[in-house]
């Protein structure tokens, strides 16, 4: 199978604040992965150094089996195809979300690209039916409520169709309707490769086929849904659980 992603030793920080500790990972082509941990665990941070945002301090990260590091992303060229490539759907929509219309919004990513009129409509009108928000169209992102800037920044980054889809909390905000329709979502979206950021486990199973867990900035085990989410110790080491304290 081909490697979309290879991480050696990646070491991250906030200025001098460490984030993430020597994460050694890989991912499949088509692979659906769940990527859990408490808060502050560092999962947000990952995901912003697989879209190429962030560049590890040490380390090296492998995409598509070239360098992804500021050198690469230096050449446009390069910058365009892995852009076409990878999307993420940020945790906080409204760092996502920067158009004065809806519409505007989903055309961006075509627009970019070199679309030509009539793909560019039909993509939209397409991506405004399957997410529910057609109804949305000529309102400004920034004056949704939380769900629906979430389907918005979700349809926005899908509708170029990238082979591989980073979600950061795609269910988080979302009534129990919209998080079902999510999950359903998830659940089809077999022909990419996903990573979903999550500390939600009942989700777990419908959306990944494997699962990294972060404690700490650190890759403390990985391994299928099942084996995972019967790790009571692991799950409860990783603030996963919830459980009494002991007095
Ligand atoms: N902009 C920033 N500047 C400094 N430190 C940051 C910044 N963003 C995150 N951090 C720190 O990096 C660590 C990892 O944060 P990150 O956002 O990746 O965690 P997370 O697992 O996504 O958490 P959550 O579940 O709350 O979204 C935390 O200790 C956090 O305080
Ligand atoms: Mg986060």
Not at 90 to 108: G, K
Not at 140 to 149: A, T, Y
Not at 179 to 206: C, K, W, Y
Request: proline share 5%; charged share 20%.
């Amino acid at each position: 199978m081909n490697a979309v992603y290879e991480l050696r030793l990646v070491s991250y920080a906030y200025q001098s604040m460490p984030a993430l500790f020597e994460i050694d990972l890989r991912v499949q082509a088509g692979q659906r992965i769940a990527l859990l941990g408490a808060n502050g665990s560092g999962k947000s941070t990952l995901l912003r150094l697989l879209d190429g945002l962030f560049f590890p301090a040490s380390g090296s990260i492998m995409a598509f089996g070239q360098p992804l590091d500021q050198a690469a992303l230096e050449h446009d060229e390069a910058a365009y195809a892995f852009r076409r490539r990878v999307g993420l759907v940020f945790q906080n929509s409204d760092v996502q979300l920067f158009n004065p219309t809806v519409f505007d919004e989903l055309a961006f990513g075509p627009l970019q690209l070199g679309w030509d009129k009539p793909r560019i409509t039909a993509a939209i009108e397409a991506m405004l039916d399957r997410f529910g928000i057609g109804h949305l169209r000529h309102r400004s992102p920034h004056r949704l409520s939380g769900g629906e800037k979430k389907r918005v920044a979700l349809a926005s980054v899908l509708i170029i169709e990238p082979e591989v889809l980073l979600l950061d909390e795609p269910c988080s905000g979302l009534d129990p309707l919209s998080q079902g329709n999510m999950v359903s979502f998830l659940h089809t979206s077999r022909e990419r490769t996903l990573i979903t950021a999550t500390h939600d486990l009942a989700i777990v199973p419908d959306i990944a086929d494997y699962c990294f867990v972060m404690r700490q900035g650190r890759l403390a085990a990985q391994g299928t849904p099942a084996a995972i989410l019967s790790d009571r110790e692991l799950l409860r080491d990783c603030h996963l659980t919830w459980h009494q304290q002991e007095r």
